[in-house]
Structures are given as structure tokens and as C-alpha cells.
């Protein structure tokens, strides 16, 4: 199902204009009437996190994962637009991309979404303006990740949120990574996020639950279907090490029995020392890596640079921190970061 809605955006975030469907505006979120209306081995490399698309290598082919055309293109184009809802009887603020994706998708036209993240931005680093701060006191429900991802986010919800879901607590504190927030790049974690948002979207409008709850059913049924994807497809590397430079993937290499081995650790805009440079050419050819990866929006110089000194193709993943640029959306992103990962893998097909 594909859902349209106009998008403002204001500079520091974009936000979902929406009417009902009488056209009557709207008043924090709700409808008003008339009367009351209102005028093999893969090394991970070494760029923060952002979105795009796949690119070219530096030494050899050129690894592009399969584009999945049977993929539904009407959802695809939806990322273009932003997070896209209907007629927005609930207002709901997103932290970041991940987050405004589930909310239009579980809220359906019962929402309207504001994701806090500007496109292009990192999640990680995000600042808000005080009218941001202002609004998540009049938003229904805010969905965000706590454990100081977006310290500021954090802060902004203790002072001012009536109501807010903590993304994280769909994670079991003893399955958490330190220092690792990006559960949405596993997919099974994400129907959990789903399931758990219908849940609170229902206690917030209990005559549409049955509509949440089965809207994050629906989501499910697909990411279970990737999930089984993902496992056949990286059955033949289970056991392989993932190099990370940025260690954005640790619940993902979890999931599919990879081992991440960070160059850096967490933070993306650290440098490698030389004497790591060194340790991580030691590991690559001890495990025959083929493929440097790093995030979306590009190589660094320094990700030229050792991708060319280790002799190794450039292939990218997507972090998905902000929407993609390229007419897909949050689950075609994680697709393709599975034909990356098969590719660049080198994989049993």
C-alpha cells in the first residue's frame, strides 16, 4: 500500500503536511470540524554514516549488488518524497529515518510524521532548535533511541514528550551492543520495533488498534521474508570476519553468524593509526578479503588510500541514518545491502 502526503521542510527537519479528508485542518494531529477550524571477508571502511548509493571499486571490478526489480517500485519512490502518511490523526515525531519509516508504515494514514533528522545529516550528531524542543511537548507519541545516540533528542524527550517509545527496548539488555545503536539493520529487530509501536500507537487511539496491529503484522511478514533471504544468502559465510573501520553492523554480523572486527571502533570519523593499518592488512590477507565497504555517500581519501594499498574492489552498505537518495526506501535499502554483502562476501549463490 502506498501512502502520499505533502512534505514542508523547514531546513532543520521535514515534516508531513497533512488535511483531513473533509480538507479541514488540522489541530495537533486531530480533525477538526468546521466550525472550529483554524485560519568473503568485507572491510567496512572509514566514512560516518549518511545515505546513497552504491559505487565503483578502486582496484578491480566494480562490486554492485542485483537490483531487485519485482521490488515494489510504488514504495521505492516513496523515499524521494520523505516518510509519507494520510490523514494524520496522531501526531508522531521520529528521531531519525528508521523511525519516521515505521511510524508512516505501522500509522498508516492515521499519522502524521515529523523526523527530526534533516536528509543528508548524521543522526548521530543531531541538534535541535528550540521549536523542535517545543514541539515534541505537542506531539502524541515521540520515537526515538535512547542509550546516547541523539543525546539531544534524549534530553529534549525527558524535558518536554507527554508520551515516547524508547526504540531500544525492543532489544533485551543482555542482547544490546556497547557503544552500537543501529538495531534497525537487522531485520527481525525491526518487525520487533513494528510490533511495538502498534502497541503504543494503540494505547494512544484505541479505536484504530486492530489497523496498527495489523499493519505491523503486514511488516513483518516481509521482513521475515528478507530475514530468509539474508540467511540463505549468507549461509556460505557464516563464520567469515566483517572488517569494520565504523562498527555500525555488530547487530547485523550477529544475526547472520559474521563476525565484525572494528578499525577504528563506533566512532565514524576516527582515523586509524598506522599501527592498525598494519594489523588490519594482516587480517585481510589471512582471510582473503576481496572488498573494502564503507557507508553511502562516499570515499574518503583515506578509504582510497588503503582500499589501493590492500589491493581490494570498494563496495558500499547502507547505514540508513537518513533516507536514501535514490528512489528507494528503508526495506529496498536493506535489499541492496544484502546483494552488496553477497557480492562483496563472495558467497555461496
Same mark, same amino acid.
Given at each position: 500500500?502506498?501512502?502520499?502526503?505533502?512534505?514542508?521542510?523547514?531546513?532543520?527537519? $521535514?515534516?508531513?503536511?497533512?488535511?483531513?479528508?473533509?480538507?479541514?485542518?488540522?489541530?495537533?494531529?486531530?480533525?477538526?470540524?468546521?466550525?472550529? =477550524? /483554524? $485560519?568473503?571477508?568485507?572491510?567496512?571502511?572509514?566514512?560516518?554514516?549518511?545515505?546513497?548509493?552504491?559505487?565503483?571499486?578502486?582496484?578491480?571490478? #566494480?562490486?554492485?549488488?542485483?537490483?531487485? *526489480?519485482?521490488?515494489?517500485?510504488?514504495?521505492?519512490?516513496?523515499?524521494?518524497?520523505?516518510?509519507?502518511?494520510?490523514?494524520?490523526?496522531?501526531?508522531?515525531? $521520529?528521531?531519525?529515518?528508521?523511525? $519516521?519509516?515505521?511510524?508512516?508504515?505501522?500509522?498508516?494514514?492515521?499519522?502524521?510524521?515529523?523526523?527530526?533528522?534533516?536528509?543528508?545529516?548524521?543522526?548521530?550528531?543531531?541538534?535541535?532548535?528550540? %521549536?523542535?524542543?517545543?514541539?515534541?511537548?505537542?506531539? *502524541?507519541?515521540?520515537?526515538?533511541? &535512547?542509550?546516547?545516540?541523539?543525546?539531544?533528542?534524549?534530553?529534549?524527550?525527558?524535558?518536554?514528550?507527554?508520551?515516547?517509545?524508547? &526504540?531500544?527496548?525492543?532489544?533485551?539488555?543482555?542482547?544490546?551492543?556497547? &557503544?552500537?545503536?543501529?538495531?534497525?539493520?537487522?531485520?527481525?529487530?525491526?518487525?520487533?520495533?513494528?510490533?511495538?509501536?502498534? #502497541?503504543?500507537?494503540?494505547?494512544?487511539?484505541?479505536?484504530?488498534?486492530?489497523?496498527?496491529?495489523?499493519?505491523?503484522?503486514?511488516?513483518?511478514?516481509?521482513?521475515?521474508? /528478507?530475514?530468509?533471504?539474508?540467511?540463505?544468502?549468507?549461509?556460505?559465510?557464516?563464520?567469515?570476519?566483517?572488517?569494520?573501520?565504523?562498527?555500525?553492523? &555488530?547487530?547485523? +554480523?550477529?544475526?547472520?553468524?559474521?563476525? %565484525?572486527?572494528?578499525?577504528?571502533?563506533?566512532?565514524?570519523?576516527?582515523?586509524?593509526?598506522?599501527?592498525?593499518?598494519?594489523?588490519?592488512?594482516?587480517?585481510?590477507? =589471512?582471510?582473503?578479503?576481496?572488498?573494502?565497504?564503507?557507508? #553511502? %555517500?562516499?570515499?574518503?581519501?583515506? #578509504?582510497?588510500?588503503?582500499?589501493?594499498?590492500?589491493?581490494?574492489?570498494?563496495?558500499? /552498505?547502507? +547505514?540508513?541514518?537518513?533516507?536514501? +537518495?535514490?528512489?528507494?526506501?528503508?526495506?529496498?535499502?536493506?535489499?541492496?545491502?544484502?546483494?552488496?554483502?553477497? +557480492?562483496?562476501?563472495?558467497?555461496?549463490?
Amino acid at each position: 500500500m502506498s501512502l502520499r502526503a505533502s512534505i514542508k521542510d523547514s531546513g532543520s527537519s $521535514a515534516r508531513i503536511m497533512l488535511r483531513c479528508a473533509s480538507g479541514k485542518q488540522l489541530r495537533k494531529g486531530f480533525c477538526l470540524p468546521a466550525v472550529l =477550524g /483554524l $485560519a568473503a571477508v568485507a572491510v567496512i571502511g572509514l566514512a560516518a554514516c549518511s545515505s546513497g548509493v552504491q559505487d565503483g571499486p578502486v582496484h578491480g571490478e #566494480e562490486q554492485s549488488g542485483h537490483h531487485h *526489480d519485482d521490488y515494489d517500485q510504488d514504495r521505492g519512490n516513496a523515499a524521494t518524497e520523505g516518510v509519507t502518511a494520510g490523514h494524520g490523526d496522531i501526531d508522531v515525531v $521520529a528521531s531519525f529515518y528508521p523511525l $519516521a519509516f515505521l511510524s508512516a508504515r505501522i500509522g498508516g494514514e492515521k499519522v502524521t510524521v515529523t523526523d527530526l533528522t534533516p536528509s543528508g545529516g548524521h543522526a548521530h550528531d543531531l541538534e535541535l532548535s528550540p %521549536q523542535q524542543v517545543a514541539s515534541l511537548g505537542d506531539a *502524541d507519541l515521540v520515537f526515538y533511541l &535512547g542509550d546516547s545516540f541523539q543525546p539531544a533528542v534524549e534530553k529534549a524527550v525527558s524535558q518536554e514528550a507527554n508520551a515516547s517509545f524508547d &526504540g531500544l527496548s525492543a532489544v533485551n539488555s543482555s542482547d544490546r551492543i556497547p &557503544g552500537d545503536a543501529h538495531i534497525w539493520l537487522d531485520p527481525m529487530i525491526v518487525a520487533d520495533l513494528g510490533d511495538g509501536l502498534a #502497541e503504543q500507537l494503540a494505547v494512544i487511539a484505541s479505536d484504530y488498534a486492530d489497523e496498527f496491529r495489523h499493519n505491523a503484522a503486514e511488516l513483518r511478514k516481509e521482513l521475515e521474508e /528478507l530475514d530468509k533471504e539474508y540467511r540463505a544468502a549468507l549461509r556460505g559465510c557464516s563464520g567469515e570476519v566483517l572488517i569494520t573501520s565504523h562498527e555500525a553492523f &555488530g547487530y547485523m +554480523t550477529s544475526a547472520y553468524g559474521l563476525e %565484525q572486527v572494528g578499525v577504528t571502533g563506533v566512532n565514524p570519523d576516527a582515523e586509524p593509526s598506522p599501527k592498525r593499518i598494519h594489523e588490519l592488512e594482516k587480517v585481510v590477507r =589471512g582471510n582473503n578479503a576481496t572488498t573494502l565497504f564503507f557507508e #553511502e %555517500q562516499g570515499a574518503s581519501s583515506t #578509504e582510497q588510500r588503503l582500499a589501493t594499498s590492500l589491493g581490494v574492489n570498494i563496495g558500499r /552498505l547502507y +547505514t540508513l541514518e537518513t533516507a536514501p +537518495t535514490d528512489a528507494e526506501d528503508f526495506l529496498d535499502a536493506l535489499h541492496r545491502n544484502l546483494d552488496s554483502l553477497r +557480492t562483496g562476501l563472495d558467497c555461496a549463490k
